[in-house]
């Protein structure tokens, strides 16, 4: 995988809302309608994905694969916080996640 740089950005009207692009700053390869529901994007961050192989929700190959083909991918977490939070550190370590089963278990 080549060192590609990607720049993530976060939505202003919608809760757990991520953008992925190529370039910095390039909202011009968003389709209007979906810039409008995104609302306007704030920066998070940006990071080399060749040195973070493991990513929340999505593998390095399908977030690359996105990027060279349409410029950018959008994300839109439905899980709870919580859920979200213990399974995208599960996944950081390697593990798989937890079913919403485990996690009322695990909550209870």
Known sequence: MRDTIVYVYKSSKRLRGYLYLREKDDFSVLPEALFTAFGMPQFLMMFALKKHPVLPKITPEQLQAALDE?????????????????????????????TREQLNDFFH
């Open 70 to 98: 349409k410029g950018f991918l959008l994300r839109i977490d439905t899980e709870e916080d919580e859920e979200s939070l213990i399974n995208e550190e599960r996944r950081y370590r390697g593990l798989p996640p937890l």
